[in-house]
């Protein structure tokens, strides 16, 4: 039986180069199939995931030997740390090593949000010229508001404040005199979604987080204001966002992470023919050079508790 089970994607090349010898199973469909990943970990001291393998109940107790869980990001509300913990098994996030990716997915769908002129492709191609319609906006002179500052919101900041926009940020987590409110003015988060046009989503999903942006406090954003989630499903209500973009209260949104993880078709139709909205399938952090850096963080962590 495998010492190393991954059961999820990652750079392959990190595997050979790092792992050379070792007793390694390496499925990246392995977390589709639960029964075989449970028989899988039998003898296994080190598991490695991302964010769909849902280390908990029957898969910790599948696993007497285990020592560590990798994770190949940052989140880790798909692994129960408080079990883990109490059995002595390290949890060790790639934290820092995606911060870029997910900043510029932030920029990006910031851009082509405020822009809008993106859409006019169908219809430039058919002959149509749609100027008045796609004129758009842009992010000089706006506001952008960051709800958390941590590493990928501090990345993001330095990017925002390099096109020309004004930063504010809420985090009742980060001292005062933290040298990251260099990058941002320190508002409370009521005075963000008010001041800012544009949202920027960047805190765990927790028991204070969950629901934070329900249909009160979309409702309390700046008409025409844009909302940005790449953090994680469960902050914002799906449904209210909808409903906010079909009014035209909010002037977009662009999502990567969801409530349920994939969509299923009911979840899905909540999103059809909602205008001005981006939807990307939790890879925000995910680019060819971030699984690199990523994946060859996981495994030296994971290394390092298994010389332990």
């Known amino acids: 039986m495998a010492d190393i089970v991954i059961s ?4 392959e090349a990190a595997i050979r180069e790092l792992l050379p010898g070792r007793d390694v199973l390496y499925d990246a469909k392995l977390v589709d199939h639960p029964a075989d990943l449970i028989a899988a970990l039998a003898d296994a001291r080190a598991l490695v995931v991302r964010n769909r393998t849902q280390v908990r109940g029957a898969l910790l107790e599948a ?6 869980v990798g994770r190949l990001g940052v989140g880790l509300d798909n692994i129960d740390v408080e079990t883990c913990k109490a059995r002595g098994i390290a949890v060790c996030p790639a934290t820092g090593a995606n911060d870029v990716a997910v900043a ?3 920029i990006t769908a910031m851009l082509v949000l405020l822009r809008g002129a993106w859409s006019a492709t169908p219809q430039v191609i058919a002959g149509a010229w749609p100027r008045m319609s796609t004129i758009g906006r842009e992010a000089s002179g706006k506001t952008l508001g960051l709800v958390g500052l941590g590493g990928i919101a501090r990345e993001t900041a330095t990017r925002a404040a390099a096109l020309g926009l004004r930063i504010c940020a809420a985090d009742p987590l980060l001292p005062a005199d933290h040298p990251a409110w260099k990058l941002a003015e320190r508002v409370t988060l009521d005075e963000l979604v008010q001041r800012s046009d544009v949202v920027s989503l960047h805190v765990p999903l927790t028991d204070e987080t969950r629901g934070l942006f329900d249909a009160a406090r979309i ?4 008409r025409g204001s844009i909302l940005l989630n790449a953090a994680r499903g469960g902050v914002v209500d799906e449904a209210a966002l909808a409903a906010a973009l079909r009014s035209g209260h909010l002037g977009g949104a662009a999502l990567d992470v969801f409530a349920q993880e994939p969509l299923d078709a009911a979840q899905g139709a909540l999103f059809a023919g909602v205008p001005n909205l981006l939807l990307t399938p939790h890879i925000a952090g995910v680019t060819d050079e971030s699984n690199v850096r990523v994946s060859r963080v996981t495994l030296e962590a994971v290394l390092r508790h298994l010389k332990d």
């Open 8 to 11: 999820e994607f990652m750079d």
């Open 63 to 68: 696993a007497p030997k285990l020592r560590v």
């Open 104 to 106: 510029e997915w932030a």
């Open 219 to 222: 409702a309390a954003m700046r």
